[in-house]
């Protein structure tokens, strides 16, 4: 049986970080276990490559939730990267960190360690920033954060009309203001994704003490009495053991965190005995708890060629585009879709934004998976910061190879709906300011929908995730709490969970950032162990 001091599940934004930060030290070995590929193609590194892997399964679990009972009983899509990188090789590269009262929230709720002060110097000891140089950014780490590649011209007009609609700009999200609209900053460097693993992994492959296993689904957690001693997996057709002298850190990701603490026999004991499992730990909160945001788009069409298109212009463009990506790294083909948006307030009196944009330089429409998007023209996502309703993920089966059951429970807190709606009202206004005239198509979808009642009905028919999961192994303490401050599962030794599901509150942004801060800490925490305090 192969023997590492630690064995790292999930080889994505978390897994990632923490397999690099951790095997800096020459004397400790490190072994990543990745379900999916190596994933270093160009449908991963070219930007525009998203479009083709969130729609399909290349690199991508594609989860569905279970019905959704407040959207007509709709079972919405959910993509997750099933690569090294994770989800950061397919998402859309948008770099925000949420607002700094996210975070001091956390700490409020009982995890020392986690407030705004205390967290920052971890976003910037991860990040490169190439165009910040100030006391909210890093320079020197792993991961490359820029301004867009595009230099797309719509990012003006929208700027423009979001002003005209009486709104304010923010130059920096992630620094003094986070109000206002801008142009999101990516993870990209010279034009290409930058993923969890370019930025971490990569460079350190060649380690004599990192060891990275893809094609590698972990299907349980191994344990000699209450103490972690390893994981039981499978690889190329065959059922393995691997030993963990020290941890083992689970960063699988929301849905699949949980699952595998289920799997190996920590949940809610009656629901695991229902399935066969043997409980080793009853811990009811294991799958409780999930946010997400939910998302409205509102759509025009346009016949500008600066937005992507699938007609026969567009494809001219698009190739002559495609020349020049060749050449300079610049253009249409670094777009991450979302290129511009901001964190707005329904209510200036709120003492933060409650809504965040995304506009998007094409049709989106149901993650790109029908052909509506192949005609030119922008879109506006609207989305509500931090939900009220919570969800669960729990277990199908006892069977490791299933996906798990994903319920959100979009919209089950009615005030959910109430803000979606004021958001809805407040995107439009920003449609239809003059800025957008000389480019405005056909509205599609809500055309002609005003009422209140049309709005609620228009959003349980199309609302969507925006894909940012968290909660599911929530950090805190009380009965419903996984995982403690320094991130130790609740009553058993030598298991860590670090990923996005240990966030006990969904954050007020993108959440690929806020996961790295977490990994990052996380090692930290690791290595010095004296200082990670105690699991209960
Ligand atoms: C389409 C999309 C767009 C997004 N856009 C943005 C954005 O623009 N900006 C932003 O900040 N956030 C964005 N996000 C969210 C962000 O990417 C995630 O919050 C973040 O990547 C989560 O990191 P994680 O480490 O928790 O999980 P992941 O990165 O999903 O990693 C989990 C890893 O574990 C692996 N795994 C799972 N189960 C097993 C198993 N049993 N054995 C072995 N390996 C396993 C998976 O294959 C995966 O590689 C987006 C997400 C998606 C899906």
Not at 327 to 348: I, P, Q, S, W
């Amino acid at each position: 049986m192969r023997i590492f001091d630690y064995v790292i599940v999930g080889g994505g934004s978390a897994g990632c970080v923490l397999a690099g930060r951790l095997s800096e030290d020459p004397d400790v070995s490190v072994c990543l276990l990745e379900a999916g590929g190596a994933g270093r193609n160009w449908l991963v590194r070219v930007p525009f490559g998203l479009v083709l892997t969130v729609p399909a399964p290349f690199i991508n679990w594609g989860f569905k939730t279970v019905p959704q009972t407040q959207l007509n009983r709709r079972r919405l899509y959910q993509p997750r990267g099933r690569v090294l990188g994770g989800s950061s090789a397919l998402n859309a590269m948008i770099y925000t960190r949420g607002h700094p009262s996210d975070y001091d929230r956390w700490a409020a709720v009982g995890n020392p360690g986690w407030s705004w002060r205390e967290v920052l110097p971890y976003f910037k000891s991860g990040e490169n920033n190439l165009n910040f140089h100030d006391d909210y950014h890093g320079v020197d780490g792993p991961q490359p954060v820029s301004d867009a590649f595009t230099g797309n011209p719509m990012h003006a007009v929208f700027l423009e009309a979001a002003q005209q609609a009486c709104y304010p700009v923010s130059c920096d999200f992630n620094g003094t203001q986070q109000e206002g609209v801008g142009v999101y900053q990516v993870t990209q460097r010279d034009g290409e994704r930058w993923s969890a693993s370019r930025a971490y992994l990569e460079p350190n492959l060649c380690r004599p003490n990192l060891t990275v296993l893809t094609g590698a689904r972990v299907q349980r957690v191994l344990f000699e009495g209450r103490q972690a001693s390893g994981v039981q997996y499978r690889r190329g057709g065959h059922t393995e053991n691997m030993r963990a002298r020290r941890e083992v850190i689970l960063s699988a990701g929301t849905f699949q965190s949980p699952q595998l603490l289920m799997l190996s026999g920590i949940g809610d004991g009656q629901a695991l005995q229902n399935l066969g499992i043997e409980v080793l730990r009853h811990l009811p909160g294991v799958g409780a708890n999930l946010q997400d945001h939910l998302d409205y788009t509102l759509i025009h069409r346009a016949r500008n060629l600066d937005l992507i298109g699938a007609s026969p212009r567009g494809i001219r463009r698009f190739m002559r585009e495609l020349g020049r990506y060749r050449c300079e790294r610049r253009g249409m083909l670094c777009t991450n879709v979302a290129e511009a948006g901001g964190f707005l307030k329904t209510d200036t009196s709120l003492p933060r934004p409650d809504l965040q944009l995304h506009f998007c330089v094409a049709i989106v429409h149901n993650h790109g998976r029908t052909l509506q998007h192949l005609w030119h023209g922008y879109s506006l996502h609207v989305c509500v910061l931090r939900p009220a309703s919570r969800g669960r993920v729990s277990l199908a089966r006892s069977d490791p190879g299933k996906a798990p059951l994903i319920d959100p429970a979009y919209l089950s807190d009615p005030r959910d709906l109430e803000l979606l709606v004021r958001g809805f009202k407040l995107a439009r206004r920003i449609l239809e300011a003059p800025a957008f005239t000389p480019y405005r198509g056909r509205e599609l979808f809500s055309a002609g929908v005003v009422s209140d009642a049309d709005i609620c009905a228009l959003i349980r028919a199309r609302a969507e995730t925006i894909y940012h999961p968290v909660g599911t192994c929530r950090m805190g303490r009380g009965d419903f709490a996984v995982v403690d401050a320094s991130l130790k599962v609740h009553g058993v030794q030598g298991l860590r969970v670090v990923d996005a599901s240990v966030m006990p509150t969904l954050i007020g942004g993108n959440t690929n950032a806020p996961t790295m801060m977490i990994a990052e800490k996380a090692a930290d925490m690791i290595r010095d162990q004296s200082g990670a305090g105690a699991s209960t």
